[in-house]
Each structure stands twice: as structure tokens, then as C-alpha cells.
């Protein structure tokens, strides 16, 4: 496993990393950044999950990459951003379940970081080099195959297999109880949230007044406005390249107390890390959380439940259900096996072709038929494949730089 500390480092064309990673976190909260930074610190593929921006601002602008047809593209994807959701329709989906960063770009663009992240995840599983660049190439050929058959579908109980099927599964059979027992404490019939100091922080009481006021005024414009009622809040603390902007874990009254309570997440979004190298024309957004929700509406099946974009404080936020951390595959060396990760990246080359396909034709993607003729070409897929297995050395050498300059600063 490539841990901090231990290897010599070379210079990345005299950039300093560590700056750059500062600079783009310039506006965050100096405390949750600590977290941030320490996480990333884990392994080579936490620093790629806190670090988007930097594989964009590496990506050659003459690539080949870029040639791909354009489609609505999550911008941020890695093995890590799979995991079960609730749709609108109260079905629970496996998929793609961060947007924050997504544009429309070339399809290849989540193909390759994707590639990557699989690569990366070699250094803290039981697998060789030859395991990894298999499994990147089981993910190329079935999104590559998926695109080919042009079918727009979705993964649920009813079709998963393997270990998503029985996430899927289990997810069935849990009740909205045991979730809220997680996260909140029984005060005489009444629930609050479970403040731990880890994964739910106490807030003011003014900024407590303020989210609250901002809640209730959107519930006012929603057919149940009761089923919003807030009874408590608390500063989340989840994922990593999102970890010091602003977010909320908010407990409504949902269909009565104690047990039919519902949980929200109210996450701050920003402009996407993407946006100073996208290409071509991008839609003009009302604010960065429009831009979320409606690539969500694009590309999923159903999208997550509750979803809605809100504006208050000169920032903008996506409110929706809240999504367990557990409700993802867990990628640790003693619980997966060989086999169960090649059929995980198989089903998640399908939910990338499937999302890529939903999106098509829609606010400047290109057609169905452009991205069944692209899936049907195989010269790409080597491209791809040469580019991060290249790439994977760079993520290694600016991962040990960061944990150095991180540590000493």
C-alpha cells in the first residue's frame, strides 16, 4: 500500500501542489479542511477523490480524449461515488450518486477518471498491476459494449447481481427506524439528532434560525408543506472533495413522530471544478445548485427523492433525502474478492453508459446514435487505457508531495 511519508519526490514541473490544493480550497472552513487533508492523506486514491481539480487541470487540451461526443458527464467520478438510492418513485437504485461537478464535456472524460480511480485502488487491494489494467479493461468494454446496444436502463433489485444485489437487498428489508436510530436520540416521543462531533456538529442558534427559516419558506411552496417541518439541525460532515463547504443534516417531521421522520441533506454547491477547462458552450445556470438538480432530472431514471435547489445567503443549496454513507459497496481488502470487484466494475460501466445514453440530445449532449457509433469504435478504448495507466504515476508523486507539505506545514 503507498502510504505518506517514506518515498523521495520528484518535481512537478516546479508546481507546488500543496498551493494549488490551498488556493482551491481558499473559501472553506479551516476546521473541516483538517479533516479534508487528513483523509486525503489515506492513499493515493483519497487524494484523487479531494482533488478533481487537478486531474482536470492536467488533462491536455490537444488530447484525443477530447474528441469524444459531448454528453452531461458526473465530472467527478471514481469508484467511490456508486451507491444506492431512493428515487422519486420510492424504488431504491444503484448509480451514480454526486453530481456536484458535473458539465457537459466529452464522454471520455468520466471514462478515463474512472479508469484511474480503478487503477489506484490496486494500492490498497490484494491485486496485482495485471489485476488492475483487467479490470480497467472489463470496464471499458462494457460501457463501450452498453453504449453499442443504445438501451436506456437502470440498476435495481430486480436486475443487480453479485454484492450490489444484495446491498440492494439488504437496503429493502431495513426500516426507517433503525436509519433514524443511527443518527437521532428518543426525547419523549420526540426525536433529535445525534450530535458526535465526527459525522454531526452542533450549530449556533442563529444559523440554526436562519436554515430553518429558509426550509420552512420552501415548504411553503410544496403540496405538503407539514411533511417539512424542521425539528432539528446539525452541520454534516461527509465525503472528502466537498469537506468544508457548507452542509446540513436536517430531521423533518416527514409522516409523524417518532418513527416515520425523514432526513434530509442540505449541501452548499459551487461552480464546478470543470468549468475553467470545459469546452464549447455551456448552459447559463440560475446558480451552481440548478445546475446539480437539473443534470440529475437529465441523466437518472428517477432521481433522488426531495430533490430541490435552493438559493438563500448569496450561495445556493441542494436539498434531497439523505444517503447513508453505508449505502455504498464497501472496497476494503477483507471484503472484497477478485471476482466480486471485476462484476462491481462491470455493473458500473453500465450505469455510466446508461447515464451517459439518458442524457443524450438534452441541452447540447449529443444524440443516442452519436454515442452508439462512438461505442461501436474501439480505437478510444486504448487511449484511455495508456493515459491513466500514465497518469496513475503522477496521482503517486503529487500524493506523496502533498502528504509531505500537508504534514510539515
Known amino acids: 500500500m503507498i502510504s505518506c511519508g517514506g518515498n523521495s519526490l520528484t518535481d512537478r514541473q516546479n508546481t507546488d501542489i500543496w498551493e494549488l490544493i490551498q488556493a482551491f480550497d481558499r473559501d472553506r472552513r479551516p476546521d473541516l479542511l483538517d479533516r479534508k487533508y487528513s483523509k486525503m492523506r489515506k492513499n493515493a486514491l483519497a487524494f484523487f477523490r479531494g482533488s478533481c481539480h487537478l486531474f482536470y487541470r492536467d488533462l491536455p487540451k490537444e488530447s484525443s480524449l477530447n474528441l469524444a461526443p459531448p454528453v452531461w458527464i458526473c465530472g467527478d467520478l471514481h469508484l467511490e461515488n456508486f451507491g444506492a438510492y431512493k428515487g422519486e418513485d420510492r424504488q431504491i437504485y444503484f448509480g451514480i450518486n454526486d453530481f456536484d461537478e458535473s458539465i457537459l464535456a466529452p464522454c471520455t472524460w468520466d471514462v478515463v477518471r474512472l479508469v484511474v480511480s480503478t487503477l489506484l485502488a490496486i494500492d490498497s487491494l490484494p491485486f496485482d498491476r495485471a489485476d488492475g489494467e483487467r479490470l480497467a479493461q472489463i470496464y471499458l468494454t462494457s460501457y463501450a459494449n452498453t453504449l453499442s446496444a443504445g438501451n436506456i436502463s437502470a440498476i435495481v433489485e430486480a436486475n443487480a447481481r453479485g454484492i450490489v444485489a444484495n446491498l440492494l437487498a439488504d437496503l429493502r428489508r431495513r426500516k426507517r427506524s433503525d436509519l433514524l ?192 457509433d462512438f461505442g461501436q469504435n474501439l480505437d478510444w478504448q486504448q487511449q484511455v487505457l495508456d493515459y491513466a495507466v500514465n497518469y496513475v504515476s503522477q496521482v503517486r508523486l503529487d500524493f506523496e508531495y502533498f502528504c509531505q507539505a500537508s504534514i510539515d506545514r
Not at 200 to 213: C, G, P, T, Y
Not at 259 to 264: A, E, F, Q, W
Not at 266 to 286: D, M, T
Not at 340 to 361: K, V, Y
Open 181 to 372: 436510530d443511527e443518527r437521532t436520540i428518543l426525547n419523549k416521543e420526540r426525536r433529535q439528532l445525534k450530535f458526535d462531533n465526527e459525522k454531526i456538529l452542533a450549530i449556533s442558534q442563529e444559523r440554526f434560525k436562519l436554515v430553518k427559516e429558509v426550509i420552512d419558506n420552501w415548504a411553503q411552496t410544496q403540496a405538503e408543506p407539514d411533511f417539512f417541518k424542521v425539528l432539528d439541525i446539525g452541520f454534516r460532515v461527509a465525503g472528502t472533495g466537498s469537506l468544508g463547504l457548507d452542509r446540513y443534516i436536517v430531521l423533518v417531521a416527514g409522516k409523524g413522530s417518532p418513527d416515520r421522520n425523514y432526513l434530509l441533506d442540505f449541501k452548499q454547491q459551487v461552480i464546478s471544478a470543470l468549468q475553467p477547462y470545459s469546452i464549447g458552450n455551456q448552459p447559463e445556470w440560475q446558480h451552481p445548485a440548478k445546475r446539480v438538480m437539473k443534470v440529475q432530472q437529465l441523466v437518472q431514471l428517477s432521481p433522488p427523492a426531495l430533490l430541490a435547489a435552493i438559493e438563500f445567503d448569496d450561495r445556493s443549496y441542494l436539498l434531497r433525502e439523505l444517503q447513508p454513507t453505508q449505502d455504498k459497496i464497501e472496497i476494503e481488502p477483507e471484503l472484497i474478492s477478485l471476482e466480486q470487484m471485476e462484476n462491481l466494475i462491470d455493473i458500473m460501466a453500465e450505469i455510466t453508459a446508461f447515464t451517459h445514453l439518458h442524457g443524450s440530445g438534452k441541452l447540447g449532449a449529443a444524440s443516442a446514435q452519436a454515442l452508439i
